[in-house]
């Protein structure tokens, strides 16, 4: 046998197989996000990275189409066709907004993250100050980064405010220009969710600063997002939940959020690729976490991240319209 022609059979062979273990554990993961989608941690960070965790499947289809391995082609095209399904939603163009909402009284809503253990918080607080928003959702508040809010005079900016700070990772905030009606805590285990009532343009808007913690602990996690879940769906309209929901729009909590009338401000306006997390503190593929989802009386205009210096997470700027 000629070296070079053996040489070549190894490769092809060594690829192949290669190909089958990549296709085999993806196809692994599709199948858990089918059959039990967000049951337990390791599931849910498969379904939270959907977007990144199945390209290499394009990969094995595009070398299997080379060699003409057609098993192997028709697995990997099988994993390649449940991805673009789960992903094409996050490729929607901007829906249109109603003529009505460009002229109908609107607000800037920021929502934070702001990393209880900030290393430089005095940049933090200066970006929000900067923003020049109306009302702020902030999470991971503790009793210090309250001391940094009225160092940076946002306490002189947002003279209406509801707190709720706590050492570590539950504490929430909600920071307004606008007179606050009603406010209450919102108790979930593990963390403190701040909700207000505001008067904007004679309209009472609900909010909720959202952060059910990390699903490091899934219990406790999926307990915090039933207690949200069950608070958003009774709750009074409009409404706005805004926060770090420590999941993705491939997570089923947030189609549960679609299922009860809400959606996605990314979404609507064809930013359904931004990305908030990790910020470049971790070496992992960015996704996004921190979302705005309102009810359907509110109308999203724009969109954007912030810098969000010393925490792990962007803020999210968003301009929402009244209807």
């Known amino acids: 046998m000629d070296p070079a022609i053996g040489h070549s059979t190894i490769v092809s062979v060594g690829l192949s197989a290669t190909g089958w273990v990549v296709v085999g554990a993806l196809g692994v993961a599709a199948i858990a996000r089918l059959v039990a989608r967000d049951r337990g941690r390791y ?185 949200i879940t069950s608070f958003a769906e009774h709750a009074p309209r409009p409404l706005v939940l805004a926060g770090d929901f420590n999941a993705t729009v491939y997570n089923r909590w947030l189609g549960e959020l679609e299922g009860l009338g809400f959606a996605s401000a990314h979404v609507l306006l064809g930013r359904g690729l931004a990305t908030t997390w990790p910020n470049g503190v971790r070496r992992l593929p960015p996704i996004r976490l921190d979302h705005v989802f309102v009810s359907p009386t509110v109308v999203p205009l724009a969109i954007r991240e912030g810098r969000g210096p010393g925490s792990d997470h962007r803020p999210v700027v968003a301009t929402l319209a009244l209807l």
Do not use: K
């Open 43 to 227: 599931v849910f960070a498969i379904d939270a990275y959907t977007f990144w965790l199945y390209l290499p499947a394009y990969v094995v289809a595009a070398a299997a189409l080379i060699e003409r391995r057609d098993a192997l082609g028709f697995a990997a095209g099988l994993v390649v066709g449940c991805h673009v399904v789960w992903v094409a939603p996050s490729f929607r163009r901007a829906a249109r907004i109603p003529p009505a909402a460009r002229t109908a009284p609107r607000f800037v809503l920021v929502s934070s993250n702001l990393r209880h253990n900030n290393l430089t918080p005095d940049a933090l607080a200066r970006e929000l100050r900067a923003f020049d928003a109306d009302v702020l959702s902030l999470q991971e508040v503790t009793p210090a980064w309250i001391e940094q809010f009225r160092a940076h005079g946002l306490f002189d900016r947002f003279t209406h405010r509801v707190l709720a700070p706590m050492d570590g990772l539950g504490g929430t905030g909600i920071l307004s220009r606008y007179p606050i009606e009603s406010s209450a805590i919102l108790e979930v285990v593990g963390s403190r969710l701040a909700t207000a009532t505001i008067a904007i343009a004679g309209r009472s808007v609900h909010f909720v600063a959202v952060h059910p913690l990390a699903p490091v602990t899934f219990a406790l996690w999926d307990a915090q997002r039933s207690e």
